[in-house]
């Protein structure tokens, strides 16, 4: 009997200094982790704003097979919301707060645990890159809160890890995601041609890009200050191409509705007749644009068409990079005069 009452006094010590343990853990925590991507601001925004596109990225929905993810009419933007059930409970996430390409606020519950904070931050950097910080906060935790990351581990072991690897994964997918494109020979049309501002260089092949982006503001700018209407899309018309000698002329142009006479000595007009063409697209990134010509080329080959010996070439550009970030969604379409 003795005996039973110390091993009473000690369990009631242990419980004691159990219960003491836990009520001096912190009555607040913060998880937070930063991952430079090498993408767009707007394109890693428009993924982590949808909630639908979590699962993918998701360290959680990896590591257990089990866990259901239930998405609620509304998942993108605010008000947007999503649950999940896994064997320790079911949770919930919902989007209150949002600044386009700067940051998203949210709400998150676990069971019957309080609320926690959950915001990101988008930053962009000079090179093209973003800075992805994602971070959790929880205050004023309750007595079972604190027991619970007593034994359990503290948050910052328990979501740290998770958060590395779902950042990990956000950035693989949002990568890959800008590499898709896809090449579509629509075969034989015919080019209505018109009248459209020019300016025109030779160089040398690597200096092709750099060129383009110093010709066409230009001629841009020139049609803008004048007042001059814009009747399609840009595009560049290729008078030569010397890959033997690493040589390219060509011309960036901008149509017009009419012919336009100009006052300015590097800024041309030009007309091009209507004409037949084999025209290709290409959705994606530009730098996809050697396979489509080489498509084209077998294209005509294959389908015993004759090449216009002097007859246009061109690229035309359908969108503008600045208003579509992400390269996978540029259109670009190719016509190569036929006879």
Known sequence: MKALKYI???????????????????????????????????????????LKNWEAW??????????????????KGI????????????GTMKT???????????????????????NWTFQSNEEGSTDVTWNIKGQDLPFLFKAYTAFAGDMEKQVGPYYERSLEMLDSIVVESMK????????????????????????KMDDFEAKMQEMFPKIGGYAISNNIKFAGSPFV?????????????????????????TSDPEVLTGQLDSFKAVKTVLKGN?????????????YIATNNLKIIEA????EAYLNDPMEYPNPADWITEIYIAVE
Request: proline share 4%.
């Open 8 to 50: 009473l006094f000690l369990l009631l010590i242990l419980i004691i200094g159990l219960a003491i343990y836990i009520a001096v853990q912190p009555n607040s925590f913060e998880v937070e982790r930063t991952r430079t991507i090498n993408a767009p601001t707007s394109v890693i925004y428009n993924n982590v704003i949808d």
């Open 180 to 203: 898709v494109y896809s090449i579509s020979i629509e075969g034989i049309t015919q080019h209505s041609g018109g009248f459209y501002l020019y300016n025109t260089t030779s160089c």
């Open 237 to 261: 018309l290729y008078h030569k191409w010397d890959e033997e000698n690493n040589a390219v002329m060509f011309s960036c142009c901008i149509p017009t509705t009419s012919k336009v006479i």
């Open 311 to 314: 007859g246009p070439m061109l």
């Open 79 to 90: 008000d947007g919301s999503y649950s999940w059930e896994d064997a320790d409970g079911v």
């Open 286 to 298: 530009y730098e996809n644009l050697k396979e489509a010509w080489d498509k084209t080329m077998g």
């Open 58 to 75: 998701s360290a959680w929905a990896e590591a257990d097979p089990d866990l259901t993810i239930t998405l609620n009419e509304q998942t």
């Open 96 to 118: 209150i707060d949002a600044i386009p390409n700067k940051s998203i606020s949210q709400e998150m519950q676990f069971g019957e645990f309080p609320k926690s904070d959950v």
